[in-house]
């Protein structure tokens, strides 16, 4: 079964001794790898439960949250498009999730009340720590395709890792003077470069882009352009240099023309694969309340994409 849907929860454990405790929500959603993710680490824990992806329609979420809970599910994560949805359905919501916009990670309390998180920012300064050794903090950054969920997500948690410098690019320029607002409000230390903004925002077809770049010493791109093998970079690749860190949220492909392109410039590169698999393991960290293995969820999800 690829996938379940909601009038289809009452034959979720059929043939099945482990209850599904865990879902993945979203629309399509037969797609998600999360199961190849976490089912693999809650085998390894020992732990009686499965994890299966619940397809949802767009306006049910929070029906669905009530059907799930009482089904027995006891953590959802969500993909989209339903992470607003699922914002604005959760009874408390952590104040980083509210300003990035969106959750991703359902929490129930023995009450059946929920609150979301959204972990895509804090696995991401997680798997910026893992793949260059370095904390996202201590980085000026340039999110290419911060008016996306992903890249608003991610600049939101570069604001609040304080990173001395947040350079928001983006196709449609207009999306980003409310969200530079909003995150201006989440800015507690004081600029570390003079009076200089800390956020500033720029479109990607502005020629100033490269001066941008050139600026930056983490270039992460949040846009969707990659995904197709026939893709360009998102921005003129030949800006990259030999002491940027360069971040694609995109892993499959598993090298786009930006990453190839600027590995032969002589920059470091990583793919979205830290991403997904450290955003997966903050929320089974909020589910089970304990150390959760990194390693094997890796491993399930290289197997799933060998598929
Ligand atoms: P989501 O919000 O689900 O992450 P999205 O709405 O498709 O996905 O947005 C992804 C990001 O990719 C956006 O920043 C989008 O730019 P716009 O805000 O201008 O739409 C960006 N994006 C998608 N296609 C693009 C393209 N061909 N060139 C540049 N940016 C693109």
């Known amino acids: 079964m690829k996938y379940f849907t909601i009038d289809q929860l009452s034959a979720l454990n059929e043939g099945h001794e482990k209850p599904v405790r865990f879902v993945v929500i979203g629309n399509p959603v037969k797609h998600s790898l999360s199961p190849q993710l976490h089912q693999p680490a809650l085998d390894e824990l020992g732990e009686e439960a499965r994890y299966v992806r619940v397809e949802v329609e767009e306006g049910k979420v929070g029906e669905a949250f009530q059907k799930l809970y009482e089904a027995g599910i006891r953590g959802i994560n969500v993909t989209v498009p339903h992470k607003l949805e699922a914002l604005e359905a959760c009874e408390f919501v952590d104040p980083a999730a509210k300003s990035m916009g969106a959750?991703?990670?359902?929490?129930?309390?023995?009450n059946g009340k929920k609150?979301?998180?959204?972990?895509?920012?804090?696995?991401f300064a997680r798997a910026i720590r893992e793949e260059f050794s370095v904390d996202l903090g201590d980085l000026k950054v340039v999110v290419i395709g911060a008016g996306g969920g992903a890249g608003r997500a991610i600049a939101t948690q570069c604001v609040i890792e304080n990173c001395s410098q947040v350079i928001l690019a983006n196709r449609t320029l207009e999306k980003l003077a409310p969200m530079k607002d909003q995150l201006s409000k989440l800015v507690h230390r004081e600029d570390l470069?003079?009076?200089?903004?800390?956020?500033?925002?720029?479109?990607?077809?502005?020629?100033?882009?490269?001066?941008?770049?050139?600026?930056?010493?983490?270039?992460?791109?949040?846009?969707?352009?990659?995904?197709?093998?026939?893709d360009p970079s998102p921005f003129p690749s030949r800006w990259v240099e030999p002491h940027h860190l360069v971040y694609d949220t995109i892993y499959n492909p598993a090298r786009t023309r930006l990453l190839r392109e600027a590995q032969a410039?002589?920059?470091?590169?990583?793919?979205g694969?830290?991403?997904?698999?450290?955003?997966?393991?903050?929320?089974?960290?909020?589910?089970?309340?304990?150390?959760?293995?990194?390693?094997?969820?890796?491993?399930?999800?290289k197997n799933a994409l060998k598929d």
Do not use: C
Request: no cysteine; glycine share 8%; proline share 4%.
């Open 273 to 301: 694969l830290s991403l997904l698999i450290h955003q997966g393991a903050l929320s089974l960290e909020y589910w089970l309340n304990r150390d959760v293995p990194l390693a094997v969820m890796r491993q399930g999800v």
């Open 193 to 230: 470069e003079g009076p200089r903004d800390r956020i500033e925002t720029i479109a990607l077809s502005d020629p100033a882009l490269e001066e941008a770049i050139e600026s930056s010493e983490l270039i992460i791109n949040t846009t969707s352009v990659g995904l197709k093998a026939s």
């Open 265 to 271: 410039q002589g920059a470091r590169i990583a793919n």
């Open 103 to 110: 959750v991703n990670t359902i929490v129930f309390d023995q």
């Open 115 to 123: 609150t979301g998180f959204n972990t895509d920012g804090p696995g």
